[in-house]
């Protein structure tokens, strides 16, 4: 029997209440925020400060508008046009609107019934994306982030590449894939999981521009393969996430057709570049990988998290996981496109094709164009100011809207390293700008990630400015 409690956790009239207020709240944010008029990007406190300050907070009652002020003022604000920092976009409000009703309906998606809307419109949104790779048929899913995406795409290599029955049977010889040094981690930590070991991942050293050296490819291959490694697949980056730069991917599919290993593209922050017709070609030789993954709430602005896991053989979408679970599905050796936990790791997966959709219908597919042209050109614009000064440089020019830079002052500065990380920090502290930094090869680099479209020259240059600033500060102490 259903208690007073429970009837009032989901009453109706509350929900409308509370959601007019948190609309208005937000709708408040998004003006001060998207203007720069909100003085900070970020309110830093220490975790254990944080921590603190929450423990105390669960021990008080507070009204849920108080609630969700508080984490809002709080929180980091990614629509701040200072907010230059990680690879996660201003979501576009109506994609955090759809999330809403996502989360609302609830519907779990492992098997059609329980997701019919969101299961067609996922077939709809994956259709945009195989398009756009140029894959003539291809098939995929969205799944929950990166980091997901690649490791089901590696297993996708792994059942198309050995012998061995590995799923079913599992396997005891030593496998490996390829991968740039500058690869994200989380291909390295896919490799793990799946028991490659550190010997099973092959990294591929980079040149003078960040980019893999696909000269050194067979000599490579020709190594492992005499250590005993059995080498399944080769990962391409586009781009890498330290630099941005994009890796030559037709030399990597042609290596890969050579060797017949599996060609997996990682494209997660840069292959919504696929949707500008001015930096498209950035991804020549894509349509030639086996797989793709690209992060939807990277540069398409939708709201996190939403990955398209894409196949250029239709069949390579099915055959990863091969389980029976015939309580879920009546037949199981028919494809049935529509059961989602046939072909994702997730057997609960969310609605995240209403992310995606919902831009696409209220603004169309020039949106895209729209969003990644202006945050690429504004990367490469901020490359130029910052060439333009004399006590800044360039660890490398940019190809798209990442971009490394550090302090250097007259030149005769000791220790660029430790002034470029009290910089950082400070910046931190401050608030006014959100920026992060990398470890190159040179050194200790400050990067930006332009995510915000409304991020101007005079916003930049303010940056420099408060950067100069703070190195001026430091060296005089």
Known sequence: MSTPLLHKAYNSQTFKKEGEQLVDLLTQ???????????????WQEPEDEYAFWKAYSNQSHQSAHFFSTVLQRSIHTHHPHYIGHQVSPTVPISALATLLSAQLNNGMAIYEMGAASTALERIVIEYFTQAVGYQS???FLTSGGTLGNLTALLAARRAYTQEDVWNQGHDKALAVMVSEEAHYCVDRAARIMGLGEKGIIKIPVDAQYQMKTELLASAFDRATQSGLEVIAIVGSAPSTSTGMYDDLEAISAFAKAKQLWFHVDAAHGGGALFSKKYKPLLKG??????VIIDGHKMMATAA???????KNTAASYATF???????????????WYNMAKRTFE???SMMSLRFFAIRNAFGMAFFDDYV?????AGIAFSELVEQQYDFELALSPACNIVCFRYIGDGTIPDLNKLNQYIRTTLLEEGHFYIVATQLKQGYYLRTTFMNPFTTVAHTTALLERIRATALSILKQ
Request: charged content about 30%; glycine content about 6%; proline content about 2%.
């Open 29 to 43: 944010h998004l003006e001060t925020t998207l203007a720069g008029t909100s003085e900070k990007v970020i309110d």
């Open 138 to 140: 291809g098939d995929g």
């Open 286 to 291: 894509i349509a030639q990988a086996d797989s």
């Open 305 to 311: 998290i939403t990955t398209a896991v894409l196949f």
């Open 322 to 336: 091969e389980q029976k679970a015939q309580y879920l599905w009546e037949k199981n050796d028919d494809p049935d």
């Open 347 to 349: 057997c609960t997966k």
């Open 373 to 377: 042209t202006t945050l690429y050109d």
